[in-house]
């Protein structure tokens, strides 16, 4: 099994700035098959990214994914009232799918 | 519009059983692999189990291997979740999302969820 390892898990941060998150995963992501999740209280997760980098359906530019291997990253250039929320990333490369445990962004 | 309607979620004791259904519309079902997911109250998300858009080939995470069964019937755009030997550990909300493929790969479109709680 794959076991995916976000961090910070908490993030504090005001509303405009840039924020980073990470995913690292135990072994190496085959064909970037990595995405990326939104959720706000209450609310079902949403697909933000797929295929490591490639933002889904709606998910505005401000939101970026990179990496490979066993390093991901996802970036909120400018962070808006509505992103505060936790953030799951999810390898899609072998069986079974795994999660990571998510991070928080808060804010400060 | 993608819509994805879950029910059959409640209260049942330590070993019962459950069955959810998901009720999908909006596009054109048996094209697609489908998915359960569940997340723990307070607790991250897990994936449970996933079904191919034929319903040939099923996946389960280890943990529900041999008590879950993943099925689907695609004349009337809907997946089941039968779940048996319920216990403790197995509450949570219980998401039903779409794949965007065929073959079970992430999660383009997600339920609301619905709870399920083992007590006694």
């Known amino acids: 099994e794959i076991v995916m390892t976000q961090s910070p898990v908490t993030l504090s941060v005001s509303p405009g700035e840039r924020v980073t998150l990470s995913c690292r995963t135990s072994?190496?992501?085959?064909?970037?098959?990595l995405a990326w999740y939104q959720q706000r209280p209450g609310q079902a997760p949403r697909l933000l990214i797929f295929?490591?980098?490639t933002r889904a359906t709606g998910v505005p530019a401000r939101f970026s994914g990179s990496g490979s291997g066993t390093d991901f990253t996802l970036s909120i250039s400018s962070l808006q009232s509505e992103d505060f929320a936790v953030y799951y990333c999810?390898?899609?490369?072998?069986?079974?799918?795994?999660f990571g445990q998510g991070t928080k962004v808060e804010v400060k | 519009e993608v819509q994805l309607l879950e029910s059959g979620g409640g209260l049942v004791q330590p070993g019962g059983s459950l069955r959810l259904s998901c009720v999908a519309s909006?596009?054109?079902?048996?094209?697609?692999?489908m998915s359960w997911i569940r997340q723990a109250p307070g607790q991250g998300l897990e994936w449970v189990a996933a079904?191919?858009?034929?319903?040939?080939?099923?996946y389960y995470t280890d943990s529900v291997k041999g008590r879950f069964t993943i099925s689907r019937d695609n004349s009337n755009s809907t997946m089941f979740l039968q779940m048996n030997s319920l216990r403790a550990d197995d509450t949570a909300v219980y998401y039903c999302?779409?794949?965007?493929?065929?073959?079970?790969?992430?999660?383009?479109?997600w339920g609301h969820g619905v709870l399920v709680t083992v007590s006694s």
């Open positions: 999302a779409k794949v965007p493929a065929i073959l079970p790969l992430y999660f383009d479109y």
């Open positions: 909006g596009f054109t079902f048996n094209n697609y692999a």
């Open positions: 079904l191919s858009g034929s319903g040939t080939n099923s």
């Open positions: 072994q190496s992501i085959l064909s970037n098959y």
């Open positions: 295929s490591t980098s």
């Open positions: 999810q390898q899609y490369s072998s069986w079974p799918r795994t």
